[in-house]
Antibody, heavy 119, light 108 residues
Framework: QVQLVQSGAEVMEPGASVKISCKAS????????IHWVRQAPGHVLEWLGY????????RNVEKFQGRVTMTRDTSTGTAYMELTGLTSEDAAVYYC????????????WGQGTLVSVSS | EIVLTQSPGTLSLSLGERATLSCRAS???????LAWYQQKPGQAPRLLIY???SRATGIPDRFSGSGSGTDFTLTISRVEPEDFAVYYC?????????FGQGTKLQIK
């Protein structure tokens, strides 16, 4: 079955960077986009951007331009999202999710990775 | 910037009642990219409906979606215990993936 398995919780200091992984299984990795969505405690879902798994090309929300980098390792079917310059406002659960190209919805999600930011 | 507004913010219903959740877009949108998700505490969202009215794989037929343009609706024909959760609508527009603020369905 389709699975997206994310790396574990992280506790980071302000100004640091965090890199989260999302390992896909149960489908052909290159056939789907990988998106990243976050949810701060008690807050709504916020889309960060996505990457085309086949080519590696990525697009981020303008708000995160320069702070978010999305990459992938096609040999292991793993996607990565790195967020730099962490502040307390970045404390959230980060999800990866897949989209069938031009499907415009997320049909499978990772379990989430909690990122805490504290000095 | 397109905004999705969900109502009500909280919906209190008894088991077996009909739930009607609304999602209104600030601009007219195509229905092909309107989706609904269910999220339970501590869990990732789960896709329920895509293309405004198509049920995702494994979703019970008590869940249905409808609407077009600016007004979309998620209906649960008879609420069951496992349906109490937060529901989000989501739309693709202007190269962005936008979520509504959610409706919490709780037990009355």
């Amino acid at each position: 079955q389709v699975q997206l398995v994310q790396s574990g919780a992280e506790v980071m200091e302000p100004g640091a960077s965090v890199k989260i992984s999302c390992k896909a299984s149960g489908y052909t990795f290159a056939d789907y986009y990988i998106h990243w969505v976050r949810q701060a405690p008690g807050h709504v879902l916020e889309w960060l951007g996505y990457m085309r798994s086949s080519s590696g090309s990525a697009r981020n929300v303008e708000k995160f331009q320069g702070r978010v980098t999305m990459t992938r390792d096609t040999s292991t079917g793993t996607a990565y999202m790195e967020l730099t310059g962490l502040t307390s406002e970045d404390a959230a659960v980060y999800y990866c999710a897949r989209e069938k190209p031009e499907g415009y919805n997320f049909d499978s999600w990772g379990q989430g990775t909690l990122v805490s930011v504290s000095s | 910037e397109i905004v999705l507004t969900q109502s009500p913010g909280t919906l209190s219903l008894s088991l077996g009642e009909r739930a009607t959740l609304s999602c209104r877009a600030s601009q007219s949108l195509g229905s092909t990219s309107l989706a609904w998700y269910q999220q339970k505490p501590g869990q990732a969202p789960r896709l329920l409906i895509y293309g405004a009215s198509s049920r995702a794989t494994g979703i019970p037929d008590r869940f249905s979606g409808s609407g077009s343009g600016t007004d979309f609706t998620l209906t649960i024909s008879r609420v069951e215990p496992e349906d109490f959760a937060v529901y989000y609508c989501q739309q693709y527009a202007g190269s962005q993936y936008i979520f509504g603020q959610g409706t919490k369905l709780q037990i009355k």
